[in-house]
């Protein structure tokens, strides 16, 4: 069973900034990985994901403003987030991706929450 642990979530103010953390129990170098997020009421939506080559594709939503990374030796994926706004409030979750459908691979970790107000 693949463990994800995400951190790095919390209360920011609008136009603030946080970065999350999601460390992977195994490696993760041939993987493509995911950052997804759920807003109340709302599916779960992939907002960015990296490719084993480090390429990375984001929702419009998000584009300019979030960066994902990966730290392949520490299996850890990280997700900048700048610029924040009201509604980039939601739990967020790491994941390995299937690029095609945008599904995840793996259970779901706990999530880190990220609240954006004033």
């Known amino acids: 069973q693949v463990q994800l642990v995400e951190s790095g979530g919390g209360l920011a103010q609008p136009g603030g900034s946080l970065t999350l953390s999601c460390t992977v129990s195994v490696p993760i170098f041939v993987i493509n990985m995911g950052w997804y997020r759920q807003a109340p009421g709302k599916q779960r939506e992939l907002v960015a994901h990296?490719?084993?080559?480090?390429?990375?594709n984001y929702a419009d939503s998000v584009k300019g403003r979030f960066t994902i990374s990966r730290d392949n030796a520490k299996s850890t994926v990280y997700l900048q987030m700048n610029s924040l706004k009201p509604e980039d409030t939601a739990v967020y979750y790491c994941n390995a991706v299937q690029i095609t459908s945008k599904k995840p691979l793996w259970s779901w970790g706990q999530g880190t929450q990220v609240t954006v107000s004033s």
């Open positions: 990296i490719t084993t080559d480090r390429s990375t």
